[in-house]
C-alpha cells in the first residue's frame, strides 16, 4: 500500500527537530533510517502530519570511546557499525548480533538509535543494550537527560522517550579482559525477526561467571531480563538456569509459534549461550 | 487540501535530474511513475521481498522505505544504470547461462544486491551468498539456479 500523505521537514539540527516536534504536539514522527517507519506508514498502520527527518543532523553518527563507555550515535547505520573496529573490540555482544538484523540492504539504511527508540520486543539491539546494562541519551525540550536500559523499555513499543524526544546515542560499558558475551536466536528465515533470542553479558572469574545478564526477545512485549536464570547460572548450574526460566519468561502464543515451543527454545538458545559465555574463559 | 510537495535534485543514473514530489511518494514509485525506469519492481511494499532494490549513495536500499523527499542531493542508481554501464555484464550473462531466473520479477533487486556482495571482493562460499540473498525473494527458482550464477562470477572475477 502507498503512505497517507504527511508533510516532511529536514531538521538542520537537534534543535530545530526538537522544535518540530513540539509544534506538532503528537503528530510528528522522527525519521532517521526510515527501515520500520515507512513500512508502518506504507501499511497505514500510522499517519502522522509530518517526518521529521534528521539524517542530515551533524554529530549523531560518531562511534567513540568515552570514560569507560562505548558510545553509538544515534543516526549509526547498522552496516557501519557491523564493520566497526571499535564495536568488534569493545562492544562484542554489538558485533555478534549485527548479522542477525534484517538483510544487508536493511542494515544499509537502518540505525542503531532508531531500532532502540522503536524498541520492537523480537528486535536484536534492545536486547543487547539491557544485556550490557548500556544506556540511551534523550534530547527534548526540556534538555538532556541519560535513561539507564532496565528503566527505558516499557512496554509494547513504548519507552521513556515522550513525542518531543530525539535519542541522540546509546552507551553500552566498553568491553573488559574479563567480559564474556553470547548471542543466539531462532528465526525462520536469516535475517527475519527472531521467534526468540537471548543476548547475554558476564564477567569471568577464573572457571566460573558474575555478573551474568541474560535478556530474552521475542517472548513478551518488550526484551526482558531472565533474573533467576541469572542467579541460577552463577551458583547452581546450568541445569538450573534453563529451569528456571519457567519463572522468569511468559511467552505468549503468536502467529510464528506458541507459548510452549517458544519456551521449549528458550532453553536451547540458554545452553548454546552459556557454551559461548564459557568457550571464551578456556 | 493537496498533498505536501517537495522539490528534489537527485542524480539518477548519472544524469540529474529535477522534480517536486510528494513527501509521501516513495523512491521506487519515484523511479517507475515520474522517471519511467520501470526495471525496479514493487512488490511487498514494507521491505520484506527485495524487488525495489536500488542503489542508494553507492550502497543497495529498499526503493519502498526509502522517501524521494529523502534523495535530495544523493546519487541514485537504478537497474538499467548499471546494465547499460556493463558492470554486472558478466553477472547478466551467468544468469542467464543457468536458468537463474523464470519470470524475472526479482531479477534486478538480486543483480544489485549480489553485486555489492560480490564487489566487497571476497571469495563467498555458497551459505553466504544464500544468507546475502536472504532479503530478495523469489518465487520461481528455489535459489539453487542463482546461488550457483553468483557463486560462478565470484570464482571467475576471482581468477581474472
Partial sequence: MKPAAFAYAKARSLDHAIELLGRHDGQARVLAGGQSLIATLNMRLDAPDLLVDINRVAGLDCIARRNGYIEIGA??????????????????????????????????????????????????????????????EIAGAQGRRTVAADAFFKGLFDTALGSGDVLTAIRV????????????????????????????????????????????????ATAVRARQAEAALIGTGLDAAVAALEQDLAPEDDVQANAAVKRQLAGVLLRRVAAQLTEQSA | MSAPVVDIAVTVNGELVRETVEARKTLVDFLREDLGLTGSHVGCEHGVCGACTVR???????????????????????????????????????????????????????????????????????????????????????YQAIVDAVESVARARGKA
Avoid: W
Avoid at chain 1, 92 to 113: Q, S, Y
Avoid at chain 1, 203 to 217: I, P, Q
Avoid at chain 2, 75 to 85: A, F, H, L, N, Y
Avoid at chain 2, 99 to 112: E, F, H, I, S, V
Fill in chain 1, 173 to 220: 560499558p566498553a568491553a573488559a579482559p574479563a567480559t564474556r558475551t553470547g548471542f543466539a536466536e531462532f528465526s525462520r528465515r536469516h535475517g527475519d525477526y527472531a521467534l526468540v533470542g537471548l543476548a547475554a553479558s558476564a564477567t569471568a572469574e577464573g572457571r566460573s561467571l558474575r555478573d551474568v545478564r541474560l535478556a530474552y526477545f521475542g517472548v513478551g
Fill in chain 1, 75 to 136: 543516526l549509526v547505520r547498522h552496516a557501519a557499525a557491523e564493520r566497526s573496529d571499535v564495536i568488534r573490540r569493545e562492544a562484542p555482544l554489538i558485533a555478534r548480533a549485527m548479522p542477525h538484523i534484517g538483510h544487508p540492504a536493511i542494515r544499509n539504511r537502518g540505525t542503531v538509535g532508531g531500532s532502540i527508540a522503536l524498541a520492537d520486543p523480537a528486535a536484536e539491539l534492545p536486547a543487547c543494550l539491557l544485556a550490557l546494562g548500556g544506556e540511551v
Fill in chain 2, 56 to 142: 542508494l549513495d553507492g550502497v543497495v536500499v529498499r526503493g519502498c522505505l526509502t522517501l524521494a523527499a529523502q534523495c535530495d542531493g544523493a546519487r541514485v542508481e537504478t537497474i538499467e544504470g548499471v546494465s547499460d554501464s556493463g558492470e554486472i555484464a558478466d553477472l547478466q550473462d551467468a544468469f542467464h547461462k543457468r536458468n537463474a531466473l523464470q519470470c524475472g520479477y526479482c531479477t534486478p533487486g538480486m543483480l544489485l544486491t549480489a553485486q555489492e556482495l560480490l564487489a566487497s571482493g571476497a571469495a563467498p562460499s555458497r551459505a553466504a551468498i544464500r544468507e546475502h540473498l536472504s532479503g530478495n525473494y523469489c518465487r520461481c527458482t528455489g
